[in-house]
């Protein structure tokens, strides 16, 4: 990108697109949101009033930052966003059946370039640019919320693959006995049925049905229980807390060490609510990863919780695009 080019079109429009809610967010080089609106996603079942209300609720936003003809481009974070066709394909979460040529409307609707990924995608994008992960031209993302999602960095580029939907490392199977977790995609035993939000609830559950031990999580519905009520438990030294994440971590740093194979990373960078839990999480996370990684391998990746703040990260994700 040319300097003159910076300064004449010095901002781009990041989009984090949910099934419920459409965060956009105007950014600046240094990662600064100058202004936010929200729409609901699933307010409109027809994609094109979709983009209509976009467009005329991101208004006020243009205005802060002197219109449209300041923005460089738009990037957009969506579930099952295709990089190469601009597309949101089949996304099970979306009000929009099919394929939907999302990036080629806005481009229409705003007349700026637009590009779509998926959230992990977009969540790497915007630590490479903005985050821990600036100046890294190989490294992991892995999003731990709901499920397991990731974004791979291969010599400064995301890994798309040949069909646009590579990096599906939450997919990739740790338990292939016939006891393996149930998975959404289908199949059993995916990373994601144990080292997602969910999948610590479910391990929860299930140590607590095979222990008599003590434990303030006995208090609860053991249906309700979230990542977040494990944190609290293991913060007032609750010993089941403790090894509910003890065995997350373990299996999440045996996966990465399993990754570490394909693109040597220099890091891998832990981002959403479960890296939050800190050392409870990352130390055995940590401890597994030294163990099983290739001897060739140790000492070499950092292991590293994202830096961007969850509210704005989406967003700022997304908009790393705009600069492409």
């Not at 919320?145 to 960095?153: D, M, Q």
């Not at 944190?231 to 990465?256: H, M, N, P, V, W």
Request: net charge negative.
């Amino acid at each position: 990108m040319e300097m003159e080019e910076i300064l004449d079109k010095p901002y781009v429009i990041g989009l984090d697109m949910g099934g419920t809610n459409s965060v956009f967010g105007i950014v600046d080089q240094r990662g600064t949101i100058l202004a936010q609106t929200a729409i609901k996603t699933k307010a409109y079942p027809d994609v094109k009033d979709y983009v209509a209300a976009a467009v005329e609720a991101l208004q006020p936003a243009l205005d802060v930052v002197g219109g449209i003809e300041k923005v460089r481009g738009m990037g957009i974070g969506a579930p099952n966003g295709n990089f190469y066709n601009g597309t949101i394909e089949y996304a099970a979460n979306l009000i929009w059946q099919g394929v939907v040529p999302i990036a080629e409307l806005f481009e229409e609707a705003l007349g700026v370039p637009c590009r779509v990924t998926n959230d992990a995608n977009a969540a790497a994008m915007g630590e490479m640019t903005y985050g821990v992960a600036r100046g890294m031209k190989n490294f992991i993302m892995i999003t731990l919320g709901t499920g397991v999602g990731s974004g791979i960095v291969v010599d400064g580029h995301i890994v798309y693959g040949s069909d646009g939907f590579a990096g599906e490392l939450g997919h990739f199977v740790v338990d292939h006995s016939e006891a393996g977790r149930q998975c959404g995609c289908g199949r059993h035993g995916c990373l994601e049925t144990y080292c997602s939000a969910t999948g610590v609830a479910r391990t929860a559950r299930e140590i607590l049905s095979r222990s008599d031990d003590p434990s303030p999580l006995r208090e609860l519905d053991p249906e309700s229980i979230t990542s977040f009520d494990v944190f609290q438990a293991a913060e007032k030294g609750d010993k089941l807390a403790r090894e509910i994440f003890e065995y997350t971590g373990e299996l999440l740093g045996r996966s990465c060490a399993d990754f570490a194979t394909f693109n040597t990373p220099e890091a891998f960078v832990f981002f959403g609510g479960l890296a939050k839990a800190g050392d409870y999480i990352m130390e055995p996370i940590r401890r597994a990863y030294d163990k099983h990684v290739l001897s060739i391998f140790k000492g070499k990746a950092k292991l590293l919780v994202s830096t961007l703040k969850g509210a704005e990260a989406a967003v700022l994700g997304a908009s790393a695009l705009g600069w492409e």
